[in-house]
Nanobody, 115 residues
Framework: QVQLVESGGGLVQAGGSLRLSCAAS????????MAWYRQAPGKEREFVAA????????DYADFVKGGFTISRDNAKNTLYLQMNSLKAEDTDIYYC????????WGQGTQVTVSS
């Protein structure tokens, strides 16, 4: 059974930074394009950023506007999201999962940006 565990969220002031991590176990992480998503209560989950099986192919939602960087360490089965210049509207629960096909969703990590 694949398990995804997100961490690194927290409370930060607007303009601050956070680095999210996603540890994957039980699956072939290195063969899978991965992505970060976010979801606010009562809203649909939305795409944030994606990365191919290597680090050479990345894709970002328009609202990221250069503030976020996705990366991965296949040796550690871990996905990262560096978030800089955070805004209040970035407050959400952040999840990681596959970009094309998904595994069971993890608990996510809460990011709260105070203005």
């Amino acid at each position: 059974q694949v398990q995804l565990v997100e961490s690194g969220g927290g409370l930060v002031q607007a303009g601050g930074s956070l680095r999210l991590s996603c540890a994957a176990s039980g699956g072939t992480f290195s063969n899978k394009a991965m992505a970060w998503y976010r979801q606010a209560p009562g809203k649909e989950r939305e795409f944030v950023a994606a990365i191919g099986r290597s680090e050479y192919s990345t894709d970002y939602a328009d609202f990221v506007k250069g503030g976020f960087t996705i990366s991965r360490d296949n040796a550690k089965n871990t996905l990262y999201l560096q978030m800089n210049s955070l805004k209040a509207e970035d407050t959400d629960i952040y999840y990681c999962n596959g970009r094309i096909t998904t595994w069971p969703w993890g608990q996510g990590t809460q990011v709260t940006v105070s203005s």
